[in-house]
């Protein structure tokens, strides 16, 4: 018996040698350390880029990706796309897929994966295209290995080595080479603190490995992931792109090379148009006031349509036929206000900014490269604080940029070279709403309300698209998105005003809501809070690993006037004014008798912006639980 189950045993393992030995060891989903799946969707076994540049419109890179995916959410992560234009051809494409065993389940050549355009429906015309893989898991875990070479004659935008990739996914192995045949290179580097990079920086190869990178979770009111991930930063000092050629090796150089190579000559606006910006500007003198009737015309004249062709992408279409079609991306409406301005005799500057309404980024200045930067628009020079003008909107006032291009450092392009400056914020205070509200409470608990709402700054920014909706989307917008508690909402009148001179977006709604009050032992209980409820509390974590940022902070005030049924009157004592201060902001609730059996409720919260330890997350979170607590105070009114 004993012999027997030695046998057994014996041939057990030799087939399962036998079938180890037949599949591709290295891509067994068993083999990754247990410290590399934990949070993580999906991990990257092994990512490796050698760029060969061999001259200056030669450049060849070579990528072998290798990523294990642990679970539906990890599909996305698989990367399997290849983008090419005009200037880039993919020579080699292919991809083979394993399952967990690390047996080989498919192979896909170049011809099958997916051919797209790069770019959305709302672009005009672009020649960028991408590859990318269309694949349907059957089960988890499953391995991907991507390879794919690119030759192209654009060695102006190099890519950069960013071994994290996104939140939840881990990275195994990560290498990055740049071997240089021609010309030289700069590079920075990011965020190596913490991780494990090994590099070799030569003037001819500039090498970075990395390993066991652990995945991380993303947390509520956090720095992005760029803030605190590993990346290095690769340009060329000599270049060409689209056969223009170019060099240099920091942001004034840059901005030189950009306006004689990219702007110069493109500015021209002949015949009707010049005469009409003549006309418009005749007898003012105010350099600011030329500029308001300027932008206003081109607000008028012209709408927004991607373009993504021209040198690198970056050169805007000439001024004269943004002029003759009515429109363009924004490096084309940017350059056509730039032309406008400078026919009413007002300096502007051409400036690319990187675009983002999550967090603001700003460009890195001490390190200049064509890689940053997705943006245009327009800045005029004052003696005081700079006028920055968002160029592809038709309802954007004069001079307000928002959360897009808001509180950052953008490239100014100038006859000089380029110069680093700081756009337009907005702090706490300056994004406010105030709220007025006279609110009429029936004895069976039905509601009757005029409500004025005037929103600035960032607030603003979040509202005044709200024109261009109709009645219908603008009713299921305050029903679902502002007063999604108050049930029973409907609305006789929607008013709203967008005072671009102010910058002010000003709401004037008039609703009803049906048994907003309810009874409850002869007694009228309800919410005082009814147009301004608070009830964002950030999410509870146990072991809070990142640190605490708030992006923006705001102010909102809050005055309304109650009138009670007639004979009814509070049960019991109003609640004492309430008020909460710290470091994180401020709030403030008070309850009033008014004659004429009304009651007055003022409410304000301020939050501060800032960056904070991770410790002080608890800290910020039972805050806002307080204001939120007491945004659903409910009080009592009896007639008895």
Not at 232 to 259: C, I, Q
Not at 359 to 386: C, M
Request: net charge positive.
């Amino acid at each position: 018996m004993k012999t027997q189950t030695s046998k057994a045993l014996f041939f057990v393992l030799l087939f399962v040698v036998q079938i180890t030995f037949s599949q591709k060891l290295e891509y067994l989903s068993l083999l990754i350390p247990k410290e590399l799946k934990e949070n993580a969707n999906a991990v990257i076994r092994s990512n490796k880029t050698i760029i060969d540049v061999d001259a200056t419109d030669l450049m060849y890179i070579n990528v072998e990706r290798v990523i294990t995916v642990l679970n539906r959410l990890g599909n996305r992560k698989v990367g399997a796309v290849v983008g090419y234009d005009n200037n880039s051809k993919i020579m080699k494409l292919s991809a083979r897929i394993y399952n967990a065993f690390g047996k080989e389940i498919k192979k896909v050549n170049k011809s099958k994966f997916i051919d797209v355009s790069a770019v959305s429906g709302g672009t005009l015309y672009s020649d960028s295209r991408v590859k990318y893989l269309d694949y349907t898991p059957i089960s988890y875990p499953y391995t991907v290995k991507l390879e794919y070479q690119l030759k192209t004659s654009s060695t102006g935008f190099l890519p950069n080595w960013n071994p994290l990739e996104g939140y939840l996914l881990s990275v195994e192995n990560s290498s990055y080479i740049l071997n240089l045949k021609s010309g030289s290179a700069r590079v920075k580097e990011i965020n190596f603190e913490g991780y494990e990079v090994e590099k070799s920086n030569s003037t001819n190869q500039i090498s970075y490995k990395a390993k066991n990178i652990f995945a991380i979770k993303n947390e509520a009111l956090s720095p992005v992931l760029s803030d605190y991930a590993p990346k290095a930063l690769v340009a060329l000092n000599n270049f060409k792109t689209d056969g223009v050629s170019g060099f240099y090796t920091n942001w004034k150089e840059f901005g030189l090379w950009m306006n004689n190579s990219l702007l110069v000559g493109r500015n021209i606006i002949d015949g009707a148009t010049k005469t009409k910006v003549l006309e418009l500007v005749e007898g003012i003198e105010d350099p600011i006031e030329k500029a308001k009737v300027v932008y206003k015309f081109m607000q008028e004249k012209t709408r927004y349509i991607s373009v993504q062709v021209g040198i690198g992408g970056i050169q805007p279409i000439s001024a004269n036929e943004v002029d003759n079609v009515g429109y363009g991306d924004c490096k084309g409406l940017t350059n056509y206000t730039k032309a406008l301005l400078d026919i009413a005799g007002v300096t502007s500057y051409y400036s690319h900014i990187e675009a983002n309404s999550n967090e603001p980024v700003s460009f890195e200045k001490d390190f200049a490269s064509l890689e940053q930067g997705n943006h245009v628009i327009l800045n005029i020079p004052t003696k005081g604080n700079d006028i920055w003008l968002e160029c592809t909107s038709q309802i954007t006032p004069f001079g307000f940029l928002g959360d897009f291009t808001d509180d950052r450092d953008a490239l100014v392009i100038t006859p000089e070279g380029g110069i680093i400056k700081r756009t337009t914020s907005y702090k706490n205070e300056q994004n406010l709403q105030l709220t007025k509200a006279d609110i009429v409470l029936d004895e069976n608990g039905n509601l009757k309300a005029g409500i004025e709402v005037q929103s600035q700054g960032i607030q603003y920014d979040s509202k005044y698209f709200l024109g261009t909706y109709n009645v219908n989307d603008q009713e299921n917008y305050y029903k679902s998105s502002i007063w999604m508690y108050n049930n029973n909402m409907s609305f006789d009148k929607i008013e709203l005003v967008n005072d671009k001179d102010k910058v002010a977006f000003i709401e004037k709604i008039t609703t009803s809501i049906k048994e907003y009050a309810t009874e409850s032992s002869g007694k009228l209980l309800f919410r005082v809070n009814v147009f301004n409820r608070n009830g964002n509390i950030p999410k509870r974590y146990r072991k809070r690993k990142l640190p605490l940022k708030i992006n923006r902070g705001f102010k909102d005030v809050d005055e309304f006037v109650i009138s009670l049924p007639e004979g009814y009157k509070v049960d019991g004592d109003l609640f004492a004014e309430r008020k909460i201060e710290n470091k994180f902001g401020m709030y403030q609730i008070s309850v009033e008798q008014l004659e004429g059996n009304k009651l007055k409720y003022n409410r304000t919260l301020l939050v501060k912006e800032g960056s904070y330890p991770k410790e002080d997350y608890k800290k910020y979170r039972d805050f806002r639980k307080k204001v939120s607590r007491n945004d659903n105070i409910r009080i009592a009114i009896t007639n008895q």
